[in-house]
């Protein structure tokens, strides 16, 4: 009897880095060895399916990563399914790489081609991974603790200069869709006024927020704004300039210095903004986020074991289960309005 040739799984992380994907690599190399299979990481995400660059993991490969930030194997927002000749060369080099399943580790773009290919016939398990939290199908990705954590910080440090100088403090976060990070951060830290794009306010409402908490003697407020966020009644958001993505999405950057403008207008009280960008995406993951992205590892290998393909792991109450790629990126997931609410009692 002829020995049963060893299965080989790729593994490739895509669209913005984020907190916990060396998590999820290496439980991925952990727990195929042990099942006695391949592992193979592909370089700067469905790029490198398309260029066929490619690199062996082992357990030096993976080797002291957990707590570092970003990802080992590099990433990119290459969408190989905008044109027929990348989708033939992605379908050719996952031959011709001896590829027999594949694993891809990103959000909302990434696991598109992933259900996309999956419809093709590829044999792919995805992993849900954005800082923004808006994957449909799991309770939470992994990233998302972390940049929580990192702006709660942020908002923390911002309270003790803004009641030093009876400052207004506008904080922008990232929430291309939706406002997770704007609203978990918001009320841990604290924030008089949370702006996100699942709930539009115009100037005067944020204003009147504002002057209220002013009247009762608190001569200092925190607004922290998704990125994402459009004043009620505009038609566009505010971008850093018109280029788009290979996914088709906007230069996002701007509505805090906007709002920061309009309300020293409209109030005449001093207001400042920072825009804490990439710093959320930077940096050792939170222990949740370390964690969650090993149990997300360990799940896609055994998934792909099991012959359960074409699904996304998922985190659903404390379990990791799975669900079908076919049934997610349907929609986003939105902020819960009880949470929106809670936040709502903490205004003005």
């Not at 490619?54 to 044109?83: A, C, D, F, H, Q």
């Not at 109030?267 to 940096?283: D, K, N, S, W, Y």
Request: proline share 3%; aromatic share 4%.
């Amino acid at each position: 009897m002829t020995k049963q040739s060893t299965k080989r799984i790729g593994i490739l992380t895509g669209g913005g880095d984020c907190p916990g994907l060396n998590a999820v690599i290496r439980a991925v190399v952990r727990r195929a060895l042990l099942l006695d299979y391949e592992v193979v990481g592909i370089k700067n995400g469905w790029q490198g399916l398309v260029k066929g660059t490619t690199e062996p993991l082992t357990l030096l490969s993976v080797s002291g990563i957990l707590p570092r930030g970003g990802t080992i194997l590099g990433t990119s927002r290459t969408n190989p399914m905008k044109n027929e000749e990348d989708k033939k060369k992605v379908l050719t080099n996952i031959k011709k790489l001896g590829i027999d399943w594949l694993i891809a580790v990103g959000g909302e773009d990434t696991l598109g081609v992933a259900r996309q290919l999956s419809e093709l016939g590829v044999k792919v398990v995805g992993v849900p991974k954005t800082i923004d939290n808006d994957v449909e199908g799991t309770d939470q990705t992994f990233g998302f603790d972390t940049a929580v954590s990192i702006v709660t910080e942020a908002i923390d440090r911002l309270h003790t200069t803004a009641e030093s100088h009876q400052r207004v403090m506008v904080v922008e976060v990232m929430g291309r869709h939706t406002g997770w990070i704007a609203v978990v951060s918001g009320l841990a830290g604290g924030a008089d006024c949370i702006l996100i794009p699942e709930e539009p306010m115009t100037i005067q409402q944020i204003c009147q927020v504002l002057e209220k908490r002013h009247a009762r003697g608190r001569l200092f407020s925190i607004v922290v704004v998704a990125e994402g966020f459009k004043l009620a009644g505009a038609e566009e958001l505010v971008t850093k300039d018109q280029s788009r993505d290979q996914f088709g999405h906007v230069h996002l950057g701007g509505i805090g210095e906007l709002i920061a403008q309009q309300i020293e207008k409209y109030t005449g009280f001093e207001t400042r903004v920072t825009v804490l960008g990439h710093i959320q995406r930077g940096g050792s993951p939170t222990s949740f986020d370390r964690v969650l992205g090993t149990r997300y590892g360990v799940k896609a290998v055994e998934l792909l074991h099991e012959g359960k393909f074409g699904t996304l792991v998922a985190l659903r109450g404390n379990k990791i289960t799975a669900v079908p790629l076919s049934k997610t990126m349907r929609k986003l997931k939105r902020v819960d309005p009880e949470l929106i609410r809670t936040a709502e009692m903490f205004y003005g």
